[in-house]
């Protein structure tokens, strides 16, 4: 799993491309997958709920209030941790020059090196998403329940497809190199550099809103800080960055075939039936745009909150269920008999 196979000859007298078999990732994914639940199960009962108890405050009424905050204190530690293992090894443990260009995303493509920091964050991504993807079912459920699924779905498609998208491509007994369907892992790795830093502010902001009717309500106001270093580092990474920096050079083939070094040397010069098997290409850059749309259709959502902010209205979580909110109104009419009064005039 350290690095990517040249060109290699094969008993056909062609050539092919080593497979990265799934188990070099499902392996220690399933093992991070765990971790991570038997650490949410320790960390909640342990630390996160007393901490609820301090922040919301007690009481029956802030149950709910309470069992929100710990699940978005639990979110921010597992995103915190997937952005600091990332940035330890793209920026302080390896020189990734790729990292600054994406030019640079295709030279000596597809003969890129797969470290084993690289390996560990492919690994702590993949079983963080689908960690997230099976309490998502299981936790509050949120107004955009189907967008966060299938965010979840592309996100963990996207790990493992430009992880495990290679092997030979040998249709034509012509050839005398096959070259492999992806191998897009500086690309996989870019995109989750990007993606999760944003929420660690959005979840931080949610634990600080949600203190705003308890005893530590003076600390309400970080939710506004939060939200502000979110609404910045969303538009810039997810709005800006992803699409100009990712989208565009891996939906334009003629970068990839332009450093495809097996084919270039071998086929006299790289054609676009050479570089890639289309459907997969096309599946994994379909992947990348379904993404930029949900960036889209929440970058929308986070101007509707900026809006509400600068017209001087109480910050609101968003993606709080409605049938759960409108249960608590239903049940503060039950209790207070001069609203329900009013209702009946």
């Not at 030279?107 to 084993?116: Q, S």
């Not at 979580?317 to 759960?324: F, G, L, Q, T, V």
Request: proline residues 5%; contains cysteine; negative net charge.
């Amino acid at each position: 799993m350290a690095k990517s196979a040249p060109c290699v000859s094969a008993p056909s007298g062609l050539r092919m491309y080593e497979n990265a078999s799934l188990a070099d990732l499902a392996l220690p994914a399933g093992i991070v997958l765990v971790a991570a639940t038997l650490a949410r199960m320790i960390a909640m009962r342990l630390v996160l709920e007393p901490l609820a108890v301090w922040a919301v405050g007690e009481g029956s009424n802030m149950e709910f209030t309470r069992t929100k905050f710990v699940q978005a204190a639990w979110r921010t530690i597992l995103y915190a941790t997937a952005c600091t293992l990332a940035v330890k090894v793209m920026f302080l443990t390896e020189e990734l020059p790729w990292i600054y260009d994406s030019s640079l995303f295709w030279i000596d493509w597809p003969n890129h090196e797969l470290t084993e920091g690289m390996a560990s964050v492919y690994a702590l991504y993949a079983g963080f998403y689908v960690h997230q993807l099976v309490y998502l079912f299981l936790d509050v459920k949120t107004s955009d329940f189907v967008a966060l699924l299938v965010h979840h779905i592309i996100t963990l498609g996207l790990v493992v497809s430009s992880f495990v998208m290679k092997g030979p491509r040998a249709e034509s007994p012509s050839l005398t190199c096959a070259v492999p369907r992806l191998q897009f892992t500086r690309v996989g790795l870019f995109v989750m550099l990007l993606h999760d830093v944003s929420d660690v502010f959005l979840e931080s902001a949610k634990c600080f809103n949600y203190m705003k009717d308890g005893p530590r309500h003076w600390l309400h106001k970080g939710a506004d800080v939060c939200f502000v270093v979110f609404a910045i580092s969303f538009f810039s990474l997810r709005l800006y960055i992803y699409p100009v920096r990712v989208l565009w050079p891996v939906a334009s083939p003629d970068g990839v075939c332009q450093y495809a070094t097996c084919a270039s040397t071998e086929l006299g010069g790289a054609t676009w039936d050479h570089c890639a098997v289309k459907p997969a290409y096309a599946a994994f850059t379909g992947l990348l745009g379904g993404l930029q749309l949900l960036q889209v259709f929440w970058g929308w959502k986070v101007l509707m909150v900026v809006w509400t902010i600068l017209s001087g209205k109480e910050l609101e979580d968003p993606r709080d269920d409605a049938s759960e909110e409108d249960s608590k109104r239903r049940s503060s009419r039950e209790l207070d008999p001069s609203s329900r009064r009013s209702e009946e005039d």
